[in-house]
């Protein structure tokens, strides 16, 4: 499976429109390669350099497995028209609150998994819950990086 975008280059620096210091929509995204038997998609957005925790930036789960992407500014809803769903960030919001690192240059870890089932999740839930939900349940992954520092 591959995961891009066109907003900015694997490891490259995220455009400040898709931070706190823009309009902090989530970026378009884009994949192929999603194995035949796969009955959904879950994208998990984070930040394995905030201080405290690895910080949740977007969960979103259920995505069709026949899309391949999302568009720019996917709305903060919890159930999308195309049957998505998404769980909360660690903001303490539905759907993507994009990078505002407090000092320094911050990774963000886009991972998109094909799963061979349909999650039995609500709107609302956790990084967690869909972690575990997807154990054993991954027929493949994708990841894209981008980096932001402030300023």
Request: hydrophobic share 30%; proline share 9%; charged share 25%.
């Amino acid at each position: 499976m591959n995961l891009k975008t066109h907003a900015f280059n694997d490891r490259g620096r995220i455009p400040s429109r898709y931070t706190c210091d823009g309009e902090n929509i989530s970026p378009p995204l884009s994949w192929d390669g999603v194995p035949g038997e796969a009955k959904s998609l879950a994208l998990i957005c984070d930040d394995p350099d905030a201080p405290s925790k690895v910080w949740t930036h977007w969960v979103i789960f259920n995505i069709p497995p026949d899309s391949t992407g999302l568009e720019e500014n996917v709305p903060d809803a919890g159930r999308l028209p195309d049957g998505s769903v998404q769980g909360y960030n660690d903001s303490g919001t539905l759907g993507y609150r994009g990078p505002c690192p407090p000092s320094g240059v911050h990774r963000y870890f886009f991972r998109l998994y094909a799963l061979d089932t349909v999650l039995d999740l609500e709107p609302g839930a956790s990084k967690e819950d869909v972690l575990e939900a997807m154990e054993g349940h991954v027929l493949g992954e994708a990841k894209l990086i981008g980096l932001y520092r402030r300023g």
